[in-house]
């Protein structure tokens, strides 16, 4: 019988602001996490991720490399990003150049279990649960849906 490689998970090589609240277990590492933010159980945060001031993240969320996300926004339970479009056919196999950027702006709230794809979202948008975000999102405003799509304007 053969017994298997055990991992913890951690948090390490991480820039903190301040006032940064952690709920273990979580493994973060080789990101930043700017002041005022709050990051939920059994969440993976990658490295080369930057999170804005006052952003909440919460419980058993992923966020891979090359995510940004702004300032005061709220990542719901469940939400995956993605970066690796499989472009190929299938998975990148360790070829980063493959990967794509995901960033997001200030002031964004995300629901829970939505899955967002390599995209810009700006300012001011509301993405309702279960929602697949496939394209960049250019106008604030609230979106939902597989794809997302706008149903309305936010002034």
């Known amino acids: 019988m053969h017994r298997p490689t055990l991992l913890k998970s951690q948090i390490r090589d991480v820039e903190f602001g301040e006032n940064v609240k952690i709920v273990e277990p979580v493994n973060v590492y080789g990101c930043k996490i700017e002041s005022d933010c709050f990051i939920g159980p ?25 995510v940004t996300i702004g300032k005061h926004c709220f990542i719901g339970h469940g939400v995956m990003f993605v970066n690796d479009r499989f472009a190929t056919g299938g998975p990148a196999n360790g070829d980063k150049s493959q990967w794509k950027r995901t960033d997001i702006g200030n002031n964004v709230s995300i629901g829970s279990n939505v899955t967002i794809l390599p995209v810009s979202i700006c300012d ?4 309702g649960a279960g929602a697949v975000v496939t394209k960049p999102i250019h106008k604030a405003g609230i979106y939902a849906g597989n794809p997302a799509k706008l149903l309305r304007d936010l002034r």
């Not at 059994?42 to 090359?66: A, M, N, P, R, W």
């Open 42 to 66: 059994f969440v993976e945060i990658q490295k080369d991720v930057s999170i804005g001031q006052g952003t909440k993240v919460q419980s058993h969320t992923f966020i891979c490399e090359l």
């Open 124 to 127: 001011n948008v509301v993405i």
